[in-house]
């Protein structure tokens, strides 16, 4: 049967492989699971609360504060726009936890309304004072002197007057089309125009170009660091756009859109054409929510409401800049180190110390041993160096690789043109459906494919979620497999920031799996069992659910059984099933779970055995970890897959076994170990799926983040 793509978020599924048609047709009573844009909600409130923690620097809680709005945008683009999709078309599909989709929007829209203003008197109450106190001033208005005043005239008259485009509401000129997340002002006039018009409203769209924050002269500021917002300058010289006429009213807003891309990929005889040809459309998607800043008056709300189809709920008065995620460039811009993290310099492995990029040969230590690499607590470099040097040796034949997410500006991607310009046979399975990542690869696949790669975008109806690097070079008359696998993106800038493993390997069982995988991505044929590794959507899930059921085994025989997970989201329902099980057994069950987890843990008779944290810092956790004790074999896979049923069913994904025992006791002690003993930053669920931050006063204070970074970085 031909797959159907449709979108994923819309609550819409493709038409299901046999072996979740047969998961579904289990029985999950409704009350065992946790509705999944609480739990993101949720999440998003412990990213929050870091913006309150006051052992944080300064800067960085503005910073965690901009990190919510962002957050919080991608939810309102793909989960509420799902949501509404679905409404729309009066789906009768329940969520795991049983819920309608209208009532799970009634819910969302409560909890978003009630963090979006909690989030505002944050930034009111606690950060803005503290800022100001520390030398960092946002000065309004009311606060301008005349020679200030004067200053920002002038700036307005140079830098924003000439770039504005004010747009009178009237018969000729209807309401104009508004970008996605794009700042505007609403103005109410009073007075007729030089043709006698007097529509009483216009629309002002600020282009992205201008800054949303503007560095004001010390002096002026009377600070060191003072600033003005971009809203501020509008509204106060708003009248210089409308000559003649009074300006009633000046009011910010910024409308949230649908950003979910569909594209029929069985319809779709060259994918990228026709994904360039919907990405413009992103911009232009049915609206989800309205921000209006809080002096918007009653008429103009309605009136932008019904402009963009919306109600009430979908209605966001806030106290202060309608997108907080430009402020993020004040953190960015600022020279004070007494008001940010520490700088952090990325250590390497042992055996790769020296000066990376000039190592004589990577292979030859490859082939020495496994290397496990720990990011960012270790630095990217050997996956960069390993890369170039692949590219420019002339005993390598072959480099494939998968990208999901890669950057606009990537040393990876030039090696790969440089290695097809040196004619080797470059292989590249360009996941061309990465989120908000579609242009970027567009673009690579144009310049790998001119430079003599083979291009290929995967399989149709599964997303390449897998990150697999195989370089095969001739060593002594035969073909030798090197390769890497990995937790996260090839991605050199979020390596930096967010945690994942890394392995590189010249195991030949596990280069002959990669390459098995490969044959699958750019041909034909069925699939062949694998030695080593876990595949999605083949082997992956029904392997992790085997070994949950092999704990419960070992459990009712009277031998100890023991299950540690880490991952960024807990939600497929067979996979939940089976924890579940395995704690009325006996088995001892702690889940490390980032972001979204549908469990119940504590309940009695259901889950007492299952503990749920969420680790929150400085790093963005993300690596995937598995270890189930196995009668004391001790098994241990890494993944890039979450357990969620869109990675199991729908996505091409690996799970790889850590084989050296000092890399796993390594992978032990660092990637689970040291976040179950945190009790800095560590949040407990309970069976409601509410989190109570563990900060120990009595025991030894333990950050496993800063652990890490002592343990792992130069000293």
Same mark, same amino acid.
């Given at each position: 049967?031909?797959?159907?793509?449709?979108?994923?978020?819309?609550?819409?599924?493709?038409?299901?492989?046999?072996?979740?048609?047969?998961?579904?047709?289990?029985?999950?009573?409704?009350?065992?699971?946790?509705?999944?844009?609480?739990?993101?909600?949720?999440?998003?409130?412990?990213?929050?609360?870091?913006?309150?923690?006051?052992? @944080?620097?300064?800067?960085?809680?503005?910073?965690?504060?901009?990190?919510?709005?962002?957050?919080?945008?991608?939810?309102?683009?793909?989960?509420?726009?799902?949501?509404?999709?679905?409404?729309?078309?009066?789906?009768?599909?329940?969520?795991? &936890?049983?819920?309608?989709?209208?009532?799970?929007?009634?819910?969302?829209?409560?909890?978003?309304?009630?963090?979006?203003?909690?989030?505002?008197?944050?930034?009111?109450?606690?950060?803005?004072?503290?800022?100001?106190?520390?030398?960092?001033?946002?000065?309004?208005? +009311?606060?301008?002197?005349?020679?200030?005043?004067?200053?920002?005239?002038?700036?307005?008259?140079?830098?924003?007057?000439?770039?504005?485009?004010?747009?009178?509401?009237?018969? +000729?000129?209807?309401?104009? =089309?508004?970008?996605?997340?794009?700042?505007?002002?609403?103005?109410?006039?009073?007075? *007729?125009?030089?043709?006698?018009?007097?529509?009483?409203?216009?629309?002002?769209?600020?282009?992205?170009?201008?800054?949303?924050?503007?560095?004001?002269?010390?002096?002026?500021?009377?600070?060191?660091?003072?600033?003005?917002?971009?809203?501020?300058?509008?509204?106060?010289?708003?009248?210089?756009?409308?000559?003649?006429?009074? $300006?009633?009213?000046? #009011?910010?807003?910024?409308?949230?859109?649908?950003?979910?891309?569909?594209?029929?990929?069985?319809?779709?005889?060259?994918?990228?054409?026709?994904?360039?040809?919907?990405?413009?459309?992103?911009?232009?998607?049915?609206?989800?929510?309205?921000?209006?800043?809080?002096?918007?008056?009653?008429? @103009?709300?309605?009136?932008?409401?019904?402009?963009?189809?919306?109600?009430?709920? &979908?209605?966001?008065?806030?106290?202060?800049?309608?997108?907080?995620?430009?402020?993020?460039?004040?953190?960015?811009?600022?020279?004070?180190?007494?008001? *940010?993290?520490?700088?952090?310099?990325?250590?390497?492995?042992?055996?790769?110390?020296?000066?990376?990029?000039?190592?004589?040969?990577?292979?030859?230590?490859?082939? @020495?041993?496994?290397?496990?690499?720990?990011?960012?607590?270790?630095?990217?470099?050997?996956?960069?160096?390993?890369?170039?040097?692949?590219?420019?040796?002339?005993?390598?034949?072959?480099?494939?690789?998968?990208?999901?997410?890669?950057?606009?500006?990537?040393?990876?991607?030039?090696?790969?043109?440089?290695?097809?310009?040196?004619?080797?046979?470059?292989?590249?399975?360009?996941?061309?459906?990465?989120?908000?990542?579609?242009?970027?690869?567009?673009?690579?696949?144009?310049?790998?494919?001119?430079?003599? $790669?083979?291009?290929? #975008?995967?399989?149709?109806?599964? *997303?390449?979620?897998?990150?697999?690097?195989? !370089?095969?070079?001739?060593?002594?008359?035969?073909?030798?497999?090197?390769?890497?696998?990995?937790?996260?993106?090839?991605?050199?800038?979020?390596?930096?920031?967010?945690?994942?493993?890394?392995?590189?390997?010249?195991?030949?069982? !596990?280069?002959?799996?990669? +390459?098995?995988?490969?044959?699958?991505?750019?041909?034909?044929?069925?699939?062949?069992?694998?030695?080593?590794?876990?595949?999605?959507?083949?082997?992956?899930?029904?392997? !992790?659910?085997?070994?949950?059921?092999?704990?419960?085994?070992?459990?009712?025989?009277?031998?100890?059984? =023991?299950?540690?997970?880490?991952?960024?989201?807990?939600?497929?329902?067979?996979? !939940?099933?089976?924890?579940?099980?395995?704690?009325?057994?006996?088995?001892?069950?702690?889940?490390?779970?980032?972001?979204?987890? $549908?469990?119940?843990?504590?309940?009695?008779?259901?889950?007492?055995?299952?503990?749920?944290?969420?680790?929150?810092?400085?790093?963005?956790?993300?690596?995937?970890?598995?270890?189930?004790?196995?009668?004391?074999?001790?098994?241990?896979?890494?993944?890039?897959?979450?357990?969620?049923?869109?990675?199991?069913?729908?996505?091409?994904?690996?799970?790889?076994?850590?084989? &050296?025992?000092?890399?796993?006791?390594?992978?032990?002690?660092?990637?689970?170990?040291?976040?179950? $003993?945190?009790?800095?930053?560590?949040?407990?669920?309970?069976?409601?799926?509410?989190?109570?931050?563990?900060? +120990?006063? =009595?025991?030894?204070?333990?950050?496993?983040?800063?652990?890490?970074?002592?343990?792992?970085?130069?000293?």
């Amino acid at each position: 049967m031909p797959l159907q793509i449709v979108r994923e978020n819309c609550y819409l599924r493709q038409i299901l492989p046999i072996r979740e048609l047969r998961m579904n047709t289990l029985a999950f009573p409704p009350e065992h699971y946790l509705n999944r844009e609480l739990s993101l909600i949720a999440f998003n409130r412990r990213v929050m609360a870091q913006a309150q923690d006051e052992r @944080m620097p300064l800067l960085e809680r503005l910073r965690f504060l901009c990190i919510v709005s962002s957050n919080m945008d991608e939810f309102f683009e793909i989960r509420v726009g799902g949501l509404k999709e679905q409404i729309r078309a009066d789906a009768q599909t329940r969520t795991t &936890d049983g819920k309608t989709a209208q009532e799970v929007f009634q819910l969302v829209s409560a909890a978003a309304h009630a963090l979006v203003e909690e989030q505002y008197q944050i930034l009111n109450q606690e950060l803005l004072p503290a800022l100001a106190a520390a030398g960092v001033r946002f000065v309004r208005r +009311s606060e301008w002197h005349d020679a200030l005043r004067g200053w920002v005239r002038g700036y307005f008259l140079r830098e924003v007057m000439p770039v504005l485009t004010p747009i009178g509401l009237d018969p +000729s000129h209807p309401f104009p =089309r508004v970008f996605n997340k794009s700042l505007n002002f609403a103005v109410e006039l009073q007075g *007729k125009d030089a043709f006698g018009r007097s529509s009483g409203a216009a629309i002002v769209q600020a282009p992205r170009m201008l800054p949303r924050v503007v560095a004001l002269p010390p002096e002026l500021a009377g600070c060191p660091c003072g600033f003005v917002f971009l809203s501020s300058i509008l509204h106060e010289f708003v009248e210089e756009l409308f000559a003649g006429m009074t $300006a009633l009213g000046c #009011y910010q807003f910024r409308v949230t859109r649908n950003s979910d891309l569909f594209v029929d990929e069985e319809e779709s005889t060259n994918l990228r054409i026709k994904l360039q040809g919907e990405l413009p459309h992103r911009h232009f998607g049915s609206a989800v929510r309205l921000e209006v800043a809080d002096n918007c008056s009653p008429g @103009m709300a309605a009136f932008l409401l019904s402009q963009f189809g919306l109600g009430e709920a &979908d209605l966001y008065r806030v106290q202060g800049p309608v997108n907080l995620v430009r402020l993020m460039q004040v953190p960015d811009s600022l020279e004070r180190p007494e008001l *940010k993290f520490s700088p952090y310099a990325p250590g390497l492995p042992k055996n790769l110390d020296g000066d990376i990029g000039k190592h004589p040969d990577l292979f030859a230590l490859i082939r @020495m041993g496994d290397i496990l690499l720990h990011h960012p607590y270790q630095s990217f470099a050997p996956v960069i160096a390993l890369l170039q040097q692949a590219a420019n040796d002339p005993q390598v034949a072959a480099i494939k690789m998968t990208i999901y997410r890669t950057g606009a500006d990537s040393v990876l991607m030039h090696s790969l043109i440089r290695a097809a310009q040196n004619g080797k046979e470059v292989t590249v399975v360009m996941e061309l459906m990465a989120r908000f990542d579609e242009e970027a690869n567009i673009g690579w696949a144009t310049r790998l494919e001119e430079a003599g $790669a083979h291009v290929v #975008y995967g399989v149709v109806g599964y *997303k390449v979620h897998a990150k697999a690097l195989l !370089i095969v070079r001739r060593e002594n008359g035969e073909l030798t497999r090197y390769t890497h696998l990995g937790t996260g993106n090839y991605h050199p800038r979020t390596a930096r920031l967010y945690s994942d493993f890394g392995l590189l390997t010249a195991s030949e069982g !596990i280069g002959q799996d990669v +390459s098995e995988v490969f044959k699958q991505l750019t041909g034909l044929g069925k699939a062949r069992a694998l030695k080593h590794l876990w595949q999605a959507p083949f082997t992956l899930h029904e392997n !992790i659910v085997a070994h949950i059921q092999a704990e419960v085994a070992h459990a009712r025989a009277g031998r100890k059984a =023991r299950i540690i997970a880490k991952m960024n989201a807990l939600l497929e329902p067979a996979t !939940i099933h089976a924890l579940y099980e395995a704690s009325a057994a006996g088995v001892k069950i702690d889940l490390i779970v980032r972001g979204a987890c $549908a469990l119940r843990p504590g309940v009695p008779g259901l889950s007492e055995n299952i503990r749920v944290r969420s680790v929150i810092g400085r790093i963005l956790e993300h690596h995937r970890v598995a270890y189930f004790h196995a009668d004391g074999e001790g098994k241990l896979y890494l993944a890039s897959a979450d357990w969620m049923e869109r990675n199991f069913f729908r996505r091409i994904e690996l799970a790889f076994p850590i084989l &050296d025992l000092r890399l796993k006791k390594r992978v032990m002690q660092e990637g689970l170990h040291a976040y179950l $003993a945190d009790n800095q930053q560590s949040w407990e669920m309970d069976a409601t799926g509410h989190y109570t931050r563990k900060i +120990s006063t =009595r025991a030894k204070p333990r950050n496993a983040q800063q652990e890490l970074m002592s343990l792992l970085g130069v000293r």
